[in-house]
């Protein structure tokens, strides 16, 4: 079975702190990305990496970096945490051209 | 931008059959998805069909594709109360491994 399993599943951060989302999975896949989820705009693409040390800017990059120095493990960093990236946000990974599998999300709230 | 919309919420009693509907607007799109996301969890695959395909059926789940009218629909036979759930639809975008979700339709199953 594909597991991909997110750091924390919720987390409360402060207004300018540096956050920290890691992802890890066991399929050797290629491919990961990072989501976010906000109700009724669905899931957009935030990063997306197709190799160790490659990334690619998804539709909403603004405000986030990503790191990936290892294949099976994937990082989202929020810089300067601002209350507009409370959200739910979600870590998939895949092998080219086959479906995604999804970690369980970790819910960010940003005071 | 090139978008995938879905209706917002749907609500179905137990036992009949619900169907769920997705317009996308990417004509290279190969394939098309659909995940489940259940309360709390990050999403997982339903089903998927490919471009060159108009139905596919898979015990309680019909996928139908409308090639023309560029229209994908979910129907699922006896719903049940576990159907309660988010349902999004996904396309692939050139590369098979990128994918645009649609803003995802909650479905709600009433006794």
């Known amino acids: 079975d594909v597991k991909v399993t997110q750091s924390s599943r919720y987390l409360v951060k402060r207004t300018g702190e540096k956050v920290f989302l890691e992802c890890v999975q066991d399929m050797d896949h290629e491919n990961m990305f990072w989501y976010r989820q906000d109700p009724g705009l669905g899931l957009r693409l935030i990063y997306f990496s197709y190799d160790v040390k490659m990334k690619e800017k998804g539709d909403i990059p603004e405000g986030y970096s990503v790191s990936r120095e290892k294949k099976e493990r994937f990082s989202l960093i929020l810089e300067s945490a601002s209350t507009n990236q409370t959200s739910m946000y979600l870590c998939a990974s895949s092998f080219t051209g086959y479906e995604q599998y999804f970690g369980p999300g970790t819910r960010l709230t940003v005071t | 931008g090139e978008d995938v919309e879905q209706s917002l919420f749907l609500s179905v009693r137990e036992g009949d059959s619900s169907v769920i509907n997705c317009t996308y607007t990417?004509?290279?799109?190969?394939?098309l998805y659909w995940y489940k996301q259940e309360p709390g969890a990050g999403l997982q695959l339903l089903t998927y069909?490919?471009?060159?395909?108009d139905m596919k059926q898979d015990q309680r789940l019909t996928v139908l594709l409308n090639k023309k009218d560029k229209h994908l629909s979910l129907r699922i036979a006896d719903t049940q109360t576990g159907d309660s759930a988010i349902y999004f639809c996904?396309?692939?975008?050139?590369?098979?491994?990128?994918?645009?979700f649609g803003t995802g339709t909650r479905l709600q199953v009433t006794l």
């Open positions: 069909i490919f471009s060159n395909m």
């Open positions: 996904a396309d692939t975008r050139g590369t098979a491994s990128k994918l645009t």
């Open positions: 990417d004509s290279s799109s190969t394939y």
